[in-house]
């Protein structure tokens, strides 16, 4: 834990800067494990895959940043909205040092108030602490505060026991041996010095499964760029991990995931219809989180969507995903207020 700020830092200042400065890197590296993947590397993984031209705010305490939000510009030039870049899952959030306080959310809700008419924030997970910082200084500043849910997260808790079951290690054990018919099976981990090209691995896992031709398929097209983009930073990396299977050689199933500390992301996972009847997906998720458990994971965050073989897993349903939309008291009342009606009904997560 950070310790307090002293007297001399409490005075708070605000700049807003042109591209993304190291000092990104600097609150990162003070932010709970949670977060710390925020650094510099995952917003430029951002504007390299997605685009935009990024400026940052940076709120300091003194000489030390406490509070960095990224931004891009999104919409309509002439409505001069921004937004957090980064990738849709596990959220999209600026990043804060564990000790900043409400003076230095309010700093930061004053000085986008005077350079930008609104601020995309999310989707982030219901009780994440810098959104929702943000979003109380935004109210408190005057700002119109519109928001949407796009999901609900799902979470396992890896401390409750006994987990797996040993019912479920038996049908496991079963259907390896089946699945053991079609060739050798080989269990592996990816980790910190296999990635980037780690990642043409997971990519020909998905372009045998249904995510082949789909435009959201996670390692392919421009989020591959993104994913690549963001192993180049090796702090980053460092919290990359995936489990893999092969069936004689060929890939049949991944899960790759982000280690937060005592909560682990899991990111994407897919397998080869080919060897479907037994379900190969399901077994390396097993061995994956057994794994992750015994790394020190406690929490399994899943995200929004999908929630059939969550709840297999043992799932539950966790804090809402929600997208937030910040609208400055710059725009005009009139124009805010059809902006925030359009926003509730797109419903979109890109």
Do not use: C
């Not at 650094?39 to 895959?49: H, N, P």
């Not at 780690?198 to 760029?225: C, T």
């Not at 180049?232 to 092969?246: G, Y």
């Amino acid at each position: 834990m950070n310790a307090p700020f002293s007297h001399a830092e409490a005075v708070t200042a605000a700049h807003l800067v042109d591209g993304l400065p190291d000092a990104i890197d600097a609150v990162a590296a003070r932010a709970p494990d949670s977060h710390a993947f925020l650094r510099r590397g995952w917003y430029e993984a951002a504007v390299e895959a997605y685009g935009g031209r990024p400026r940052t705010l940076v709120v300091g305490a003194g000489s030390r940043p406490v509070l960095a939000v990224p931004l891009v510009p999104v919409g309509p030039s002439l409505l001069g909205i921004a937004a957090v870049p980064g990738s849709y899952w596990p959220f999209r959030s600026p990043v804060a040092d564990r000790a900043a306080g409400p003076a230095a959310y309010a700093a930061a809700a004053t000085a986008l108030a005077g350079r930008m008419r609104g601020l995309r924030l999310g989707p982030v997970p219901d009780g994440d602490l810098v959104a929702e910082s943000l979003v109380a200084a935004a109210r408190a500043g005057g700002w119109t505060v519109v928001d949407r849910v796009v999901g609900e997260t799902w979470l396992l808790d890896l401390t409750e026991q006994p987990w797996p079951r040993a019912t479920t290690l038996r049908k496991n054990r079963f259907h390896e041996k089946h699945l053991a018919a079609h060739g050798a099976l080989d269990w592996g981990w990816l980790d910190a010095g296999d990635w980037p090209t780690g990642f043409d691995l997971l990519a020909a896992v998905e372009r045998s499964s249904w995510h082949g031709g789909q435009a959201d398929a996670k390692f392919s097209g421009r989020h591959g760029v993104f994913w690549r983009a963001a192993a180049r930073d090796p702090m980053i990396s460092a919290r990359f991990r995936a489990a893999f299977l092969r069936v004689d050689g060929r890939p049949a199933a991944f899960s790759f995931d982000i280690e937060g500390g005592e909560r682990l992301y899991a990111v994407a996972n897919s397998y080869d219809p080919a060897f479907a009847k037994h379900s190969p997906g399901k077994l390396l998720q097993y061995r994956n989180l057994v794994a992750a458990r015994d790394r020190g994971a406690r929490v399994v965050d899943w995200g929004a969507g999908d929630s059939g073989y969550k709840r297999t897993l043992g799932a539950v349903a966790g804090p809402a995903l929600r997208d937030w939309l910040l609208l400055s008291p710059r725009l005009p009342r009139p124009v805010a207020a059809l902006v925030a009606r359009r926003w509730r009904g797109s419903g979109g997560t890109g």
